[in-house]
């Protein structure tokens, strides 16, 4: 019987687990209308600041989240993404009471600093609860969350925000995270046992730990050309990401217009992620996958661009289908991506491997925007989407080609004990 996208969730813990990071990415996501409205709006703070918030997001990913994974390899993981909860719900309640931004980019810092150390954990769980021939149906649920909720999410909180003032959306913030932890809670303990022969980390030097993640991500060459490849689409994509308001504004699109067009690219995720998720022949190229997906993301791009030159002209309606595209070639990578990294990487590492591969696409977000921002200055909007379009076509192609010398990653060299957790 063909296994859904959805037959993972049969496994009660796993669908625990899926709830649990419905929520918490919910919570995430939640504030960022609430955020940029304090800081625009409320303390009528200009561009500065809106890099500052960006920047201040992506450093958690960055600093933290390499380091707590050592850590978090090492207690059970139930425990570490309960207490991640619980910290964010004292923090986003700071948030509420913040009354400038020097003491709004502190707690925006923690509350991504727990966001770095609940992912890894969760990864963990993951790999710990679910079979290995689930494990694409799993990966492809994660990324139907944090898409979907990335469109839903900032609705919410535009709603929020219009109705009762931009501080309302952390007291929500507030109780999803309590109800993820009140969720996690019902979860068995998860402390993988080590095999036998194989040393307990406790014998281990913190920083021996702490290379073996970044060195099983170099040494695996499925796993390193993935990684790369993530990180060079994703430096791409945030050159022309924060550009998208000046781009609609210069197709004389006013706000609600690009609000339509732009949730577009959130449906076309969380529809990439339903089609990827029901299908398994992907599973036996992934990387060969990731490039395509990002061939026809840049094809995408290329058309924004030359409408952004007025080479060409279209309507909404072109433009929303073009959008919708664009996100659905997002799930075409993360979710092959996501794929690789659980299948290349033996259970001991999978939290240290998954933060190092989270904080290397994350130090994209750092510099990439501000020479978005300078090459739109000096050549304009249109020329930076469509050389970001020309250079991920290109790039894509480059992986395509390079996809077909490797393997399709499928076996994991480590004798994990895979689903050792009763579901």
Not at 79 to 107: E, H, Q, T
Not at 155 to 177: D, K, N, P
Not at 195 to 200: A, H, R
Request: aromatic letters at 10%; charged letters at 10%.
């Amino acid at each position: 019987m063909k296994k859904t996208m959805f037959a993972p969730l049969r496994q009660r813990n796993y669908g625990k687990i899926f709830l649990a990071q419905v929520l918490s990415d919910l919570g995430n996501w939640l504030d960022f209308i609430a955020l940029n409205t304090l800081i625009v709006y409320v303390w009528d703070l200009g561009p500065e600041a809106v890099a500052a918030l960006v920047i201040t997001f992506a450093l958690p990913w960055v600093l933290v989240g390499p380091i707590a994974s050592v850590w978090i390899e090492r207690v059970p993981k139930r425990m570490v993404m309960i207490s991640s909860d619980l910290i964010r719900i004292a923090i986003v309640l700071g948030l509420y009471w913040a009354p400038n931004l020097y003491v709004l980019l502190p707690l925006v810092f923690l509350k991504g600093s727990c966001g770095a150390i609940f992912d890894p954990a969760r990864h963990s769980a993951i790999r710990m609860i679910v079979p290995k021939e689930s494990l694409p149906q799993a990966v492809s649920l994660s990324q139907f969350s944090v898409q979907s909720t990335k469109v839903i999410a900032p609705i919410l909180g535009a709603v929020f925000v219009s109705m009762a003032g931009a501080r309302s959306a952390f007291l929500v913030e507030s109780v999803l995270f309590l109800l993820s932890a009140l969720l996690l809670m019902t979860l068995p303990v998860l402390k993988p046992q080590p095999s036998d022969g194989e040393p307990t980390q406790e014998k281990e030097s913190f920083w021996v730990q702490f290379r073996q993640g970044w060195a099983h991500v170099i040494t695996n060459r499925l796993l390193f050309v993935a990684t790369l490849s993530i990180m060079v689409g994703l430096f791409i994509n945030f050159m022309y990401d924060g550009l998208f308001p000046l781009w609609t504004k210069h197709l004389h699109m006013d706000e609600k217009v690009f609000g339509m067009v732009l949730s577009a690219i959130g449906l076309g995720s969380v529809l990439g992620a339903v089609v990827i998720g029901q299908f398994a022949a992907w599973q036996k190229r992934p990387l060969a996958i990731m490039s395509i997906g990002a061939a026809i993301g840049g094809s995408q791009l290329l058309l924004m661009g030359l409408g952004g030159l007025e080479a060409i002209g279209g309507g909404v309606y072109l433009w929303f289908i073009v959008f919708l595209v664009l996100g659905m070639s997002s799930s075409a990578v993360f979710i092959p991506f996501g794929y690789i990294m659980q299948m290349e990487t033996p259970q001991n590492l999978i939290g240290r491997v998954s933060a190092t591969t989270n904080a290397v696409q994350n130090t994209t977000m750092l510099v990439s925007p501000s020479i978005g921002a300078f090459l739109a200055k000096i050549f304009g909007v249109g020329y930076v989407f469509f050389g970001s379009g020309l250079a991920m076509t290109l790039f894509g192609v480059s992986v395509l080609m390079v996809s077909f010398r490797i393997s399709g990653g499928k076996s994991v060299k480590s004798s994990d004990k895979e689903g050792s957790v009763s579901a």
